[in-house]
């Protein structure tokens, strides 16, 4: 055992955050704390590291056992480069090095004595060198910054210049090079882009220690934990396996509490009216059966009602209108900033109905490409155009769409003049703002209730065509489940920006990675992408060769014509699934019809007045023969068609 923890009690003012709290951490143990916005899990985080103190409870730590920790916002800024922040953590090994270097110099001019103790002097430290691992440490640590998304021309830039996400990142990647027994990460995810997720997941998973982690990923769940550690309403509740595992067995129990409770409540009522029955008899034998309902009932132990599943925010999106079928057309769209090329020649179409996912690396043009799209940037060049009657509602992630001087209330009021103070108070209640929150500043609220104020206004647009720049930042797994089911539900055209894999999943038909300065199309979710993505990207690869091969002057085909082709081989793709599931609906109403037809036939040669009439008898066997031949036709047909 790496950590216990045991009856952890945490009151602020009157509010009771943590209820006797109790878990363990096991050597090699890969656990995940959730819960929504709120329940203390970075509180009992900085009890764990003895940041905060409990009100009650203790949390032991085992004998010679150490601890790593990243907040959420962790941060460095020692003055020095990212290479050199990172190589800090591993100064015991370069100051070896560094001996091991002086040593063979002394070595070259000693002789005698002093040469015998400067050999052992070398043998020594050649040994604390190699347990060290001295001789890879350079190559684990560059394998650390790249896996978190530095390219090598980054490694000498100041930590000073970074921004927030980024020194978060070099905080967490000292942090892996520390390698303590321990690790606990606070939100390790939210700086970090797709392919660095992916690299963490796969560390982690290999880590040689434990690790404990609160996260809103449940992709990243999904693949790392094994153990789930539940805060709600202040209690703990410990489930074995990942996030998936996790939620279905929460479902159940939720299911089998609010059952109970609902059963208890309705013997409660029953009782009560009972007693109240007795009672207006008002006779002495009445009254004393009531009396002795009343005290079995004062000895029942009441059930606390349950949580309700995603009862706290309701979100509807419903189109005002139905759009054209052409929603959004992108033609040779290019962008740069400065030497900077975000992406080039880029097109792509959008039909209604469509939900489609922009991903790829933080930095490549995701977010640049919405406000282009939302006329808030100009494009270098290309045009794109709007369908017929589309309406776009948009979601910034940097909430530029609200005003930092308003309030609550008036930033409801002002965009929809014609909604009453009710309407308005209802809307915000919704969206969890009640009471005095509504005369709070949009300046003064936090990242995660922006997010709600900006979607209270996305649902009141009443828009047809959702653009979402990472709509999930900030939200809790309730919250993003909810968002979730209300985009699964909605009837328009969608076009987002996500590192959120699970909610991709749940919400995407089609994916645009955005890699290489073009766009890759794949028709389905993140698990179809993940399945093609390595053989799209070596067709492409290949493509691009035969392309470098067959150019007279070496030079590699423009960035529109291989877009071109990527979207006529998209294009063609789609189009043959539309004319085989066609052909499949064909080809089940044909048999539908044949059976029909033969059920008709046996009918009619059942019927005693047809045994006489010997050709008819003949003529409907014929067609029953034929009629047969034919659907074993179709049935082998439908089942190749089924199949592909």
Not at 425 to 449: H, P, Q
Request: charged share 30%; proline share 2%.
């Amino acid at each position: 055992m790496v950590l216990s923890c045991q009856n952890i009690d945490k009151s602020f003012s009157e509010h009771r955050v943590l209820n006797q709290v109790s878990f363990h951490i096991e050597d090699f143990e890969k656990a995940a704390i959730v819960g929504i916005n709120g329940a203390g899990k970075t509180t009992l985080l900085r009890i764990l590291i003895g940041e905060s103190v409990p009100d009650a409870g203790t949390v032991t730590v085992a004998k010679d056992k150490t601890i790593g920790y990243l907040a959420q916002n962790g941060a460095v800024d020692h003055g020095l480069s990212i290479y050199e922040e990172l190589l800090s953590v591993k100064q015991e090994l370069v100051d070896l090095e560094q001996m091991l270097r002086d040593t063979e110099k002394a070595m070259k001019t000693a002789s005698g004595d002093a040469l015998e103790a400067l050999l052992k002097r070398y043998s020594d430290l050649t040994h604390a060198f190699e347990t060290g691992d001295g001789y890879a440490y350079r190559s684990e640590l560059i394998g650390v910054l790249k896996g978190l998304g530095f390219s090598e021309e980054e490694f000498s830039k100041p930590v000073s210049t970074l921004s927030g996400g980024q020194k978060t990142r070099v905080a967490l990647g000292k942090l892996l090079l520390q390698k303590p027994d321990l690790i606990i990460l606070d939100e390790p995810t939210n700086h970090l882009d797709l392919h660095s997720i992916a690299w963490l997941e796969t560390y982690l998973m290999n880590y040689k220690g434990a690790v404990l982690i609160v996260s809103h990923d449940r992709f990243f769940l999904d693949r790392i934990a094994t153990k789930i550690i539940e805060l709600d309403q202040g209690k703990a509740t410990v489930f074995q396996g990942n996030y998936s595992d996790y939620a279905a067995k929460k479902e159940q129990l939720r299911i089998a509490a609010r059952n109970a409770y609902l059963n208890q409540q309705r013997e409660i009522r029953h009782q009560e009216e009972v007693i109240s029955k007795l009672r207006s008899f008002n006779r002495e034998k009445s009254i004393k059966r009531a009396e002795s309902r009343e005290k079995m009932l004062e000895k029942i132990d009441v059930l606390e009602k349950p949580t309700e599943q995603r009862s706290d925010m309701r979100l509807t999106l419903t189109p005002y209108r139905i759009s054209g079928n052409d929603v959004l057309t992108v033609e040779g769209l290019s962008k740069s900033f400065g030497e900077q090329l975000l992406f080039e020649q880029v097109n792509f179409e959008i039909k209604r109905g469509e939900h489609v996912a922009i991903i790829g690396d933080n930095g490549t043009g995701k977010t640049t490409l919405l406000k282009i799209l939302n006329h808030l940037l100009p494009a270098d060049e290309g045009t794109f155009r709007l369908g017929t009657n589309v309406e776009i509602g948009y979601y910034d992630q940097e909430h530029h769409v609200l005003h930092s001087e308003k309030t609550l209330f008036d930033e409801i009021s002002d965009d929809y003049p014609y909604l009453t103070n009710t309407e308005i108070r209802n809307t915000l209640a919704a969206f969890l703002f009640t009471g005095e929150d509504v005369f709070k500043r949009i300046a003064d609220l936090s990242g995660g209730e922006r997010g709600r104020v900006s979607l209270a206004k996305l649902m009141l647009s009443e828009a047809n065509f959702l653009i979402l720049d990472e709509p999930t930042n900030h939200l809790d797994i309730q919250s993003k489940e909810i968002l979730e089911d209300a985009l699964i539900g909605y009837e328009g055209t969608v076009l987002y920006v996500s590192h959120d894999r699970y909610f991709i999943n749940r919400t995407a038909q089609r994916i645009l990675d955005l890699t290489g300065n073009r766009f890759i199309n794949y028709i389905g979710n993140y698990d179809y992408y993940l399945e093609k993505r390595d053989t799209q990207m070596a067709s492409l690869n290949a493509d691009n060769a035969a392309n470098v091969i067959k150019t007279p002057t070496g030079a590699s085909s423009a960035p529109l014509s291989e877009n071109k082709a990527d979207w006529k081989v998209q294009k063609e793709e789609q189009a043959r699934l539309r004319k085989k599931e066609n052909d499949l609906k064909k080809c089940e109403a044909k048999i539908t019809s044949l059976e029909e037809r033969l059920e008709a036939i046996n009918a009619e040669m059942s019927d005693p007045s047809i045994g006489t009439q010997v050709l008819r008898l003949q003529e409907l066997t014929r067609e029953q023969e034929a009629l047969d031949q034919e659907l074993e036709t179709l049935y082998q047909e439908w089942e190749i068609l089924a199949g592909e």
